[in-house]
C-alpha cells in the first residue's frame, strides 16, 4: 500500500478558504452587485469594475476586522498581529475567489465576447451555480448523505435565485 502524497499549499489554502461562509458571502455579494449595477443599462464593463471594486473593498475590510479581531489574547496565550493577519488571510480569501468566475463571465461581456445583456444575466446564474457547488461541497464534508448534500445545494443556490427574481421584478 502507498502512503498518501502530501497535500500541496496551494491545494490546502483552496480547501481551507473556498466552501466556506466568506465564499457563499462573497458570491452572493456579487450577485447582488450584478443585480443592482447591471439592472441600469450599464455595460458589463461597467459592472465588472463595479463588482471588482466591491469585492475587493468588502475583502480588505473583512481582512482588516479578521485582523483585529484575532489579535491579542486567546484563552492561555497572546496571538501576534502577523499570525492574526495571516489567519484572516487564509479564512477571507473565498471571499475573492468566489468572485472569479462571475468576473471572467463579465469580462467577456467586456470584451464582446458575449453581448452585454446575456453576460449580465450569464453572471448571475453562474453564480446560482457556484453556489449550488459550494453548498455541495459544504455538506460533503460534514460526511452529510447525498439527499443532503442536494439539499444543501439546492438550498444555498435559492440565494442566488432569490437575487435573480427580486432583478426581474425590479427592473
Given at each position: 500500500?502507498?502512503a498518501p502524497r502530501p497535500?500541496?499549499?496551494?491545494?490546502?489554502?483552496?480547501?481551507?478558504?473556498?466552501?466556506?461562509?466568506?465564499?457563499?458571502?462573497?458570491?452572493?455579494?456579487?450577485?447582488?452587485?450584478?443585480?443592482?449595477?447591471?439592472?441600469?443599462?450599464?455595460?458589463?464593463?461597467?459592472?465588472?469594475?463595479?463588482?471588482?471594486?466591491?469585492?475587493?473593498?468588502?475583502?480588505?475590510?473583512?481582512?482588516?476586522?479578521?485582523?483585529?479581531?484575532?489579535?491579542?489574547?486567546?484563552?492561555?496565550?497572546?496571538?501576534?498581529?502577523?499570525?492574526?493577519?495571516?489567519?484572516?488571510?487564509?479564512?477571507?480569501?473565498?471571499?475573492?475567489?468566489?468572485?472569479?468566475?462571475?468576473?471572467?463571465?463579465?469580462?467577456?461581456?467586456?470584451?464582446?465576447?458575449?453581448?452585454?445583456?446575456?453576460?449580465?444575466?450569464?453572471?448571475?446564474?453562474?453564480?446560482?451555480?457556484?453556489?449550488?457547488?459550494?453548498?455541495?461541497?459544504?455538506?460533503?464534508?460534514?460526511?452529510?448523505?447525498?439527499?443532503?448534500?442536494?439539499?444543501?445545494?439546492?438550498?444555498?443556490?435559492?440565494?442566488?435565485?432569490?437575487?435573480?427574481?427580486?432583478?426581474?421584478?425590479?427592473?
Amino acid at each position: 500500500m502507498t502512503a498518501p502524497r502530501p497535500e500541496s499549499t496551494t491545494s490546502k489554502l483552496l480547501r481551507a478558504s473556498f466552501a466556506t461562509e466568506e465564499a457563499v458571502y462573497g458570491v452572493i455579494l456579487v450577485a447582488g452587485m450584478i443585480a443592482v449595477s447591471g439592472g441600469h443599462g450599464a455595460s458589463s464593463l461597467q459592472v465588472f469594475a463595479t463588482v471588482l471594486v466591491t469585492v475587493v473593498v468588502f475583502w480588505l475590510a473583512h481582512l482588516y476586522a479578521g485582523t483585529v479581531a484575532g489579535h491579542g489574547l486567546d484563552h492561555d496565550r497572546v496571538v501576534g498581529l502577523r499570525e492574526s493577519f495571516r489567519h484572516a488571510l487564509h479564512r477571507s480569501l473565498g471571499l475573492l475567489l468566489s468572485s472569479l468566475i462571475p468576473l471572467a463571465i463579465l469580462l467577456l461581456g467586456a470584451t464582446k465576447v458575449i453581448d452585454d445583456r446575456i453576460t449580465i444575466w450569464l453572471s448571475l446564474w453562474v453564480c446560482v451555480a457556484v453556489l449550488a457547488v459550494l453548498g455541495y461541497i459544504a455538506f460533503l464534508r460534514r460526511g452529510a448523505p447525498w439527499p443532503m448534500r442536494l439539499l444543501g445545494s439546492l438550498t444555498t443556490a435559492a440565494f442566488g435565485i432569490v437575487i435573480i427574481i427580486a432583478k426581474a421584478l425590479i427592473h
